[in-house]
């Protein structure tokens, strides 16, 4: 689960991390009032209006603006609230923008000594969380790593010791800390922010930058967060936070609770598989075939009879879906679960979708195959049964020519 900005800063300044200060506001009304606020607690001039979505690069689109006055901050609030922003990391459409974060300008007051990058995540190679960070912090840390990657450190972390203090000091030697303040301040940062990767079962803590303020604090000015959706359910917060996200979207919301790993995409292709592996696999396949992945659905290797029949429904409900391919390797998951749930599916949307106009190819193999093979033969439905990848692929293929 992607973390808002403003949520990340909550995760941080609750581990005694500085953020800047800042207040959350849906309307241009609210930002006015949240902007009088920290006018008033800081004392500084000019504020920062940040869009906040679930994507990067908001500043080069348009999505991070500066107000010198309450008539600007209404206005450029305004001119963002209700908007779909586009970024590098959004799609054509771009993100709608229902929040912003009303923040102290810490760059324009004059209040930086020095920047950084720093994140941790878990590195799945080497089975250990990795803290990478640089000295060349800021909105260009793509360019960086991509033209200098001599200037990206990382320090892998052994998960049995935690976070040792000679791999603090070498960040801190990398950043110019020196002395006490190595010692003490930035030493109780990094724990503190290794303890918030920990306790939150973050995929991802990332903060740039990371600066150092002239009256010596580090300070997290931009942050993201990525939370693993297996752990929310002891994150309840954010458990609900998600819940509320995807009931946008009536067909996520589904996915979710029935446990299905789903992602929507623009293309024509449904497909239904169980493993993430083998689905990103039959992604490719219809890619070769001349086809595009309409989703992205893994029904999981403990899936029973009502996950695949809900399953099958949402790709049914995808109009823009041409044809289906089911790529199924029986273990824990049975063949005729499957076929069971898909078959009830189709019982229940009958009246609802023609379904026979939606061509299905369907690899069935493993435990209990046969079974589910005649099944299907049954009912009725227009289904191609293959025997292997190439052979589905080739259906696929033929299908959409």
Known sequence: MNLYEFQGREILNSFSIKVPDGIVASTPEESVQAAKKILENTKKKSLVIKAQ????????SGGIQIAKSLKEVYEKSKSILGKYLITPQTSKKGKLVRKVLISEDVYSNSYIYDEYYISIFMNRDIEKNIIVFSKEGGMDIEEVY????????????DPGLGIQFFQIKRIGFLFNLKGSYLNNKFRDFVISLYKAYLYYDALLLEINPLIKTL???????????????????????????????????PIEIEAFEAKLNFLKLNGNVGCMVNGAGLAMATMDMIKCCGGNPANFLDIGGDADTNRVEKAFRIILNDKSVKAILINIFGGIVRCDTVAEGIINSYRKRNHEIDIKKIPIVIRLQGTNENTAKKMLQTSQLPIYSADSLEEAANKIKEILL
């Not at 679930?54 to 500043?59: D, I, K, S």
């Not at 991509?146 to 972390?157: C, L, Q, R, S, V």
């Open 53 to 60: 979505i679930h994507a990067g690069g908001r500043g080069k």
């Open 146 to 157: 991509k033209n200098h990657p001599d200037k990206i450190y990382t320090e892998e972390i």
């Open 215 to 249: 009256d010596n604090e580090m300070m997290a000015v931009d942050t993201k967060i990525v939370l693993d959706n297996n752990a929310l359910f002891r994150h309840k917060k954010y458990y609900d936070e998600m819940r509320r996200q995807k009931k946008e979207d």
